[in-house]
């Protein structure tokens, strides 16, 4: 099933912050973060485990709320570089391993103004 | 350099013909996966695979196959048996060791179905 990110959309202007959340109705291993600009391939920026373990960039923070099968990205003081379309892919906890399978929200569109 | 490649960027086909897309990585990854992008919509998982001669259908296989007879090569063939083909496709590759890893993507096959 589809996680949930909200809002579907985010406008700011250069140094302002912004918070895009992911809810999934299902149990999850973990969920994974990433950016994508028009016409081009997503990039990864974060990926958040049950458990505390993440990995990712050092100037992207992001939380994971275990007991409510949710998860935040915080993007503080925006750059124009931060104008993309972000998606939440979630994984499923399934017999406590990792099978690679996600499945990715909608998007959210962030759009930074100078 | 290490990535992944696909080819080719744009594709044009004739409503009936099977098309096969290319999608090729260099970075010894032993999983790869084939993502299906609507406009203004998230990734769907049409099949991945997380070792040679071996593949699981995604969320939206109906229409389409794959084959994985080399680590480094996972082509998908559009059949004419999809019927609403034409969309953004992006293949991504991970390192498979059960525990979650990032995506990596390729930059994708913009397919048009005439």
């Known amino acids: 099933q589809q996680p949930v990110q909200s809002p579907q959309a985010v406008i700011l202007r250069e140094g302002e912050d912004a918070v895009i959340n992911c809810s999934s109705s299902?149990?999850?291993?973990?969920v994974h973060w990433y950016r994508q600009k028009h016409g081009e391939a997503p990039v990864f920026l974060m990926i958040?485990?049950?458990?505390?373990e993440q990995k990712g960039h050092e100037k992207i923070s992001a939380s994971f709320n275990e007991k409510k099968q949710q998860s935040s990205l915080y993007l503080t003081a925006s750059q124009l570089s931060y104008s993309g379309t972000y998606f939440c892919?979630?994984?499923?906890?399934?017999?406590?391993?990792?099978?690679?399978?996600?499945?990715f929200g909608q998007g959210t569109i962030l759009t930074v103004h100078p | 350099d290490g990535g992944i490649t696909q080819s080719p960027k744009y594709l044009f086909r004739k409503e009936g013909q099977n098309v096969t897309l290319s999608c090729e990585q260099n970075?010894?990854?032993?999983?790869m996966y084939w993502y299906r992008q609507d406009p203004g919509q998230g990734l769907r998982l049409i099949y991945y695979?997380?070792?040679?001669?071996?593949?699981q259908k995604g969320d939206i296989a109906e229409g389409y196959s794959v084959s994985r007879e080399k680590k480094e090569s996972f082509p998908l063939t559009v059949t004419s048996a999809q019927k609403n083909p034409t969309a953004f496709y992006l293949c991504?590759?991970?390192?498979?060791?059960?525990?979650?890893?990032?995506?990596?993507f390729g930059p994708g096959t913009r397919l048009t179905v005439l």
């Open positions: 991504a590759s991970s390192i498979y060791s059960g525990k979650a890893n990032e995506q990596f």
């Open positions: 299902k149990a999850l291993y973990s």
């Open positions: 958040l485990l049950k458990g505390g």
């Open positions: 892919g979630t994984e499923r906890w399934l017999r406590g391993t990792s099978y690679g399978k996600l499945t």
């Open positions: 970075l010894n990854h032993d999983a």
């Open positions: 695979s997380q070792i040679v001669n071996d593949f």
